[in-house]
């Protein structure tokens, strides 16, 4: 038996069917809704079983002699025949000469180079796990990602093998290493396979291991919400999934190429995170665009990129949507073929688009999304449809179709919130949501309440559902989009010989979003020098991690009272010092 619950959505009264979950009004369908759970306004999209490569290669017929790859650095370019011959032939060769077995685990450390896709599509077709890793990282930090992930084998630049080989003696292992010359000077030490040469050698194809859509594909790393970074286990269905979603007709924010014209997009976004992956690199060779490379995002790189590709479709942080508001050498004409800037990262703020558009002169979907590495990545995506039907700026948009969430209070109570414009934590649910954090059964049950993944965010939805992301319920840190756990700071300065206890908390930071600031007790009779501190965690860790935020000497720290260290306290501090400035 049907049973109905009316609810109110722009002063108008909706009814949803409990039996199937649809939402309708006048006879058209309108979303989905249930009590406290929100649902996709738009329709379910077929997901098919497949891997992510039998995903991707099924669109490469059409055009195979066009462009799918090219270096804005080194010109170095790949078609969509070359993609599928190099990945293939690759991919064989992981299993014939490395000796590499389904489910063994592969790291990636490269930037954006016409190489990295390649790799990855082969060593998925080789039934391995890839796991992607930024190469700017110190040793000691692409240490601890190959050990916790056991990877077998490792893909470089050669420019950065030394920095790959120290981190292996760290390991203790002995793992075999690729490397990719970027230049053609590049030197290839002792020992280091070239990639090149690898790709192209000549392997009898063994038989291709039997891949399901439910095995491991990516493992990127991230802190969740607490805590050192973790592998996330993501699955070909995972991905394919999110890739199907973001292709919905509602959210399609690009053209399609024909044979004369090309759809240009650059990868600007660093391919060794989630949202580079999927959203840049794989749902566009799905859509036979052509994408070019930037290894190292620098202001005169974007700019040519800007003036020598003309691209369609810009995928890009707040902070570069500033540069091309305010930078004079961004001339009005770059705008022109520009139809979609999407926005991701951290929120972007209204006065930044306005000024882009005001300097564009012309109309662009400026587009937000919301999503996390546990969702690999996409949870919400703006419509340029709705966008200018509804009006709305700031919103991440609504949820993607096969989705459903929820908010909590961010009490300990764990309320349901059941209605608009109410603060809470962001829970979702759909095909997108990871299988779960390698080898950490506690850590995976803790990211899970009642089988819905608590993204730690803080946001809400108004009358249209549309979803506004307001604050982290999670303690990570956003320098430039970049995630920087406070855990993995405290453990490095805690292993300073002056340093008794520690705490870092994000601030706020006109060029980067936010940057760490540490909260430093010395040790008993031991004085702490402020500058030498600051250069013994840049020796340690990467350049978004250091403290830019500055240090603050204590006598004690802040605690709860069960003894855990208050960590808002310090930020109410901070902000109440900056107030009387």
């Not at 309108?30 to 995903?55: A, D, K, R, W």
């Not at 075999?176 to 090149?196: C, F, M, T, W, Y």
């Amino acid at each position: 038996m049907n049973s109905f619950v009316g609810r109110k959505v722009t002063g108008r009264l909706f009814f949803v069917n409990k039996q199937n979950q649809k939402l309708w009004f006048n006879g058209k369908f309108y979303g989905q809704c249930y009590s406290s759970i929100l649902y996709s306004q738009i329709e379910n999209v077929e997901i098919p079983n497949i891997t992510i490569p039998e995903y991707i290669f099924k669109s490469f017929e059409k055009y195979p002699n066009k462009i799918a790859l090219e270096c804005i650095v080194t010109g170095k370019k790949y078609s969509f025949k070359d993609v599928r011959h190099k990945s293939l032939n690759i991919s064989k060769n992981f299993r014939k000469i490395l000796k590499l077995r389904k489910g063994d685990v592969i790291a990636i450390i490269l930037p954006n180079v016409p190489e990295l896709p390649v790799c990855l599509l082969g060593a998925l077709q080789a039934g391995l796990i890839t796991t992607t890793v930024n190469p700017s990282y110190t040793a000691d930090e692409i240490a601890r990602q190959l050990s916790d992930s056991n990877a077998k084998a490792i893909i470089t630049l050669a420019s950065t093998c030394p920095t790959v080989l120290a981190a292996t003696k760290l390991v203790k292992k002995n793992i075999p290493i690729l490397a990719v010359k970027a230049k053609q000077s590049d030197e290839i030490l002792r020992g280091i396979i070239n990639l090149h040469e690898f790709i192209e050698a000549t392997s009898e194809d063994d038989g291709v291991p039997e891949i399901q859509a439910g095995d491991v594909a990516l493992l990127p790393y991230s802190s969740g919400t607490t805590g050192l970074p973790k592998g996330v286990q993501l699955t070909h269905r995972n991905i394919v999934a999110n890739l199907c979603q973001l292709s919905a007709d509602e959210l399609i924010h690009w053209a399609f190429p024909s044979e004369t014209l090309d759809n240009v997009v650059p990868a600007i976004l660093p391919m060794f995170h989630i949202y580079g992956i999927t959203n840049v690199a794989l749902t566009h060779l799905k859509s036979l665009s052509k994408i070019i490379c930037v290894p190292k995002f620098t202001p005169e790189i974007f700019i040519n990129v800007l003036e020598k590709h003309k691209p369609n479709v810009l995928y890009i942080v707040p902070s570069m949507v500033s540069f091309m508001s305010n930078e004079p050498l961004v001339k009005q004409e770059f705008f022109k073929p520009i139809t979609a800037i999407v926005c991701g990262g951290a929120p972007l703020g209204k006065q930044d688009e306005e000024r882009l558009l005001t300097k564009a002169l012309k109309d662009i979907d400026v587009l937000q999304g919301f999503g996390l590495t546990e969702t690999s990545p996409a949870v919400c995506m703006a419509s340029a449809t709705k966008k200018k039907k509804l009006g709305f700026t700031g919103s991440v948009g609504g949820l993607l179709p096969n989705t459903c969430a929820k908010l909590i209070s961010t009490d300990d109570d764990h309320r349901e919130i059941c209605g608009p414009n109410e603060l809470g934590e962001i829970l979702v649910k759909g095909p997108q949501v990871m299988k779960g954090y390698l080898n950490r059964i506690e850590a995976t049950n803790n990211a899970f309440l009642d089988g819905w993944l608590r993204t730690g965010d803080v946001g809400y939805y108004d009358d249209n559902e549309m979803f506004y992301i307001t604050d982290r319920f999670k303690d990570l840190i956003k320098v430039s989009g970049f995630q920087v756990a406070p855990a993995e700071l405290e453990e490095v300065i805690r292993g300073h010989k002056d340093v008794s206890e520690v705490c870092v908390i994000g601030i706020p930071s006109e060029r980067f979003g936010e940057v760490p600031r540490a909260y430093v007790v010395p040790k008993l009779n031991s004085k702490i020098n402020v500058e030498e501190l600051k250069e013994y965690v840049s020796s340690m860790l990467i350049d978004y991690k250091h403290l830019r935020g500055g240090v603050a000497l204590m006598n004690t720290l802040p605690r709860t009272a069960s003894g855990k260290i208050a960590r808002n306290d310090l930020r109410l501090q901070y902000a109440s010092k900056l107030s009387e400035t």
